[in-house]
């Protein structure tokens, strides 16, 4: 058994607490929100955003920071990706030498072009940053419906304590020493599932989703492979796997927020109507800008940040994409 907090009281925090909960470990979550903690500790739910699951007596619910991290053996992050960089600020001076953080966020801060672990690092450099993805709605995690994973850690060691913590018959956990292909394949696909939206938005069919997917996941690759990231990892569980789940369930924020885009809405319009953090805004920003650094051609995003913050209409960027200059599937296979 160990010792676990979960920073963070929205639908995926709280499907990993009662994950964790059911595998035997003492779960404590902790909410910045007064009035999220009242609600968890009254209703033992949150009926904001995981309603109708109930959250055992046996997990622990505060707002007092200091008393959800003390002498734990996991902090795991699940704040939205626009909270890392605070939330791990307020975390200074607060924890022990090599004290492992699992973040579930998925997303690029838009100004620094970091990964989260990398803003965990930066704000806490003593610390052992793992991260935790894949295709996984909170939804499904909360109802102990079948699911598969990738720890990703700088040494083996603790990704195996991950996984081992983790892992039950209904939460499948790999392992992987690959963070950066891990972290660019969670965000990147929450902007392709914001293009896959649009095109249901705009009444497309399957054939022009299964083109989105299989050109978005293309472009992940070879940014990916340009940062340094393993080409295997985007064609894996956190790559083509979060891809998949992430463009055909209206689970999916992005998608949700990409039909209402495709439907005329605007994005603040369409955000609002989703009414939760659409993490592929802001993560398309920062992916024109890693596109631009590192001189990689990725049209789907550019024509997404053209819709979301050029006025460009969601049926014109469709049009964009197929009437581009004729070109080789893989340009490196010779005849």
């Known amino acids: 058994m160990a010792n676990i907090s979960i920073l963070g009281a929205g639908g995926w925090g709280i499907a990993i607490a009662i994950l964790l909960d059911n595998n035997g470990n003492h ?30 007596k046996d997990i622990q619910i505060t707002a007092d920071l200091d008393e959800a991290i003390k002498d734990k053996d996991i902090i795991v992050m699940a704040v ?23 973040n579930l966020a998925k997303g690029i801060e838009d100004n620094t072009l970091m990964t989260l672990s990398e803003i965990i ?32 850690a700088k ?3 603790t990704a195996t304590y991950i996984q081992n913590i983790f892992m039950s018959k209904c939460f499948r956990v790999y392992i ?51 940062m340094g990231a393993n080409t295997q990892t985007m ?7 979060d891809l998949i789940v992430t463009c055909a369930s209206m689970h999916s924020r992005n998608r949700r927020a990409g039909i209402l885009i495709g439907q005329g809405y605007s994005m603040d319009d369409a955000m609002k109507e989703v009414n939760m953090v659409v993490e592929g805004v802001q993560s398309a920003k920062a992916a024109l800008h ?3 650094k590192y001189n990689v051609s990725m049209p789907i995003i550019e024509k997404v940040n053209e819709v979301l913050f050029h006025d460009l209409s969601a049926k014109d960027a469709v049009n964009d994409l197929m009437m581009r200059d004729k070109t080789l599937e893989h340009p490196d296979l010779l005849w």
């Open 27 to 56: 779960v404590t979550i902790w909410s910045a929100v007064d009035r999220e903690v009242k609600m968890l500790s009254e209703q033992r739910e949150n009926e904001v955003s995981l309603k109708g699951i109930k959250i055992s």
């Open 80 to 102: 939205a990706s626009a909270y890392t960089r605070t939330t791990a600020t307020r975390l200074k001076g607060r924890l022990k030498n090599g004290q492992i953080i699992v």
């Open 121 to 152: 690092e930066q704000e806490l450099p003593n610390t052992d940053v793992a991260v935790l993805s894949g295709p996984s709605h909170a939804e499904e995690v909360g109802r102990g419906l079948p699911t598969t994973c990738v720890a990703g």
């Open 155 to 157: 040494t083996k060691a």
């Open 176 to 226: 992987s020493p690959d963070i950066l292909g891990i972290e660019l394949g969670g965000a990147l696909k929450n902007v392709i599932a914001l293009a896959a939206g649009i095109a249901d938005g705009l009444g497309y069919g399957d054939n022009t989703k299964a083109a989105l997917i299989t050109r978005g996941i293309s472009e992940i690759s070879r940014l990916g492979t340009a």
């Open 235 to 241: 064609f894996g569980l956190t790559g083509i796997g």
């Open 290 to 292: 890693l596109a631009e």
